[in-house]
């Protein structure tokens, strides 16, 4: 008997550690997936904890989960204490006790990450987690064309347009799409993305090459900023063609009249030093230059 009574105790004792280590566990993810909120960069992140609406609250800790580390705390508030709150999240962060929610103010792309909302109904601590992406606008994309003739194999004639899209300011990282182009007729000749290494947004620059034969109206987009529209391998329009016919016309009149003075400063060069036409020379008619020349 002396023998068993050590081994209850030890059955006793164990069965106290495992009853503590589930009190101590009451910590329990209520929430499945995160919930996925989004901030645009220096503007307001608005976190919900989720709340059980019969329950008094005694304590609510948000943190911040950080990889190989314990979380850190960010805001909260305790009804028996006042709690610390790190002076980088002070003057950032506001809890509303009676909806649960914290705001964030100037969100920087070091706030993005996994949140935890850690609620107190007395003993029990449901936790809930929420995932913060922080997005940055891209600038809308500026759009260029430079155009040129292009013979095709069977004569009709196109045009080679080469396209370049730019914008800047953004992040994530994304890419250029275009609108009204078909893809298979497209060769891209330059494709850059870069990071701001301090303001970590990121600028996008491509270039393409289009063959096309009838008007198209193209735009292009990063992410949700979108290009204003041109229009590359548009027909010459009525007024090009009348003005490049006028134009052929005066060219035309302007030569004839050239040769026309030409032939006349001709015909005087030639003219016999006649001494009696001599002092009179410019009286001399054009259809009598040539008979005058004939009869030398
Ligand atoms: C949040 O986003 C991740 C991936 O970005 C996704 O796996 C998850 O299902 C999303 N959660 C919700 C609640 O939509
Ligand atoms: C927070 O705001 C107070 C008052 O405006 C200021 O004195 C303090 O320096 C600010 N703290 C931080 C960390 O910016
Ligand atoms: C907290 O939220 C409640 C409900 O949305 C609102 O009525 C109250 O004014 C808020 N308190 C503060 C300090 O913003
Ligand atoms: C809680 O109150 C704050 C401040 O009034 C408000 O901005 C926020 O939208 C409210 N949240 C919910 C979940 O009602
Ligand atoms: C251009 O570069 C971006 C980023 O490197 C990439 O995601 C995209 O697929 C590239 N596009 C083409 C057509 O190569
Ligand atoms: C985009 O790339 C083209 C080709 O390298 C370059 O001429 C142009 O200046 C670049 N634009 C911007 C905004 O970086
Ligand atoms: C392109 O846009 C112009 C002006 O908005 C419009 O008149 C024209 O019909 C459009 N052309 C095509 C091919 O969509």
């Known amino acids: 008997m002396s023998l068993q009574r050590p081994c209850l105790y030890i059955h006793i004792y164990s069965l106290a550690l495992v009853m503590i280590l589930v009190l101590g566990t009451a ?5 499945g997936p995160p919930v996925n ?14 709340s059980q609406k019969s329950k008094i609250v005694t304590r609510l800790y948000i943190q911040k989960v950080v990889e190989n580390r314990d979380d850190k705390f960010i805001n909260g508030f305790d009804s028996s204490r006042k709690l610390d709150v790190l002076p980088e999240y002070q003057n950032r962060t506001k809890v509303n006790q009676t909806n649960l929610s914290m705001e964030m103010t100037d969100v920087s792309f ?13 003993r029990v601590e449901p936790f809930s987690v929420i995932y913060l992406k922080v997005t940055a606008k891209y600038s809308v994309p500026t759009i ?5 003739e292009r013979k095709n194999g069977d ?19 994304s890419a250029v799409k275009w609108a009204e182009l078909n893809p ?5 000749v330059h494709n850059e993305s870069s990071e701001d290494p301090i303001s970590k947004t990121w ?3 491509q270039t393409i090459t289009y063959n096309c034969d009838h008007p198209i109206n193209v735009s292009c987009a990063v992410d949700d900023a979108v290009s204003p529209t041109i229009t590359i391998c548009e027909a010459e329009s009525f007024s090009v063609r009348v003005i490049i016919a006028i134009v052929l016309v005066l060219v035309f009149v302007l030569l004839l009249l050239l040769v026309l003075m030409v032939m006349k400063l001709c015909c005087r060069r030639h003219q016999p030093e006649d001494p ?9 008619p054009l259809a009598d230059c040539h008979s005058q020349f004939k009869s030398v």
């Open 27 to 31: 910590t329990t993810d209520v929430s």
């Open 37 to 50: 909120i989004t901030a645009v960069l220096g503007h307001t992140a608005t976190f919900k904890c989720p």
């Open 110 to 122: 070091s706030d993005e990450g996994l949140y935890k909302c850690v609620v107190f109904y007395g």
């Open 144 to 148: 260029e064309k430079q155009c040129s």
């Open 155 to 173: 004569g009709a004639a196109g045009k080679s347009c080469q396209l370049s899209c730019s914008s800047t300011g953004g992040y994530p990282q």
């Open 184 to 188: 298979s007729l497209m060769s891209v």
């Open 203 to 205: 600028t996008i620059n």
């Open 276 to 284: 009696r036409d001599s002092d009179d020379e410019n009286a001399v």
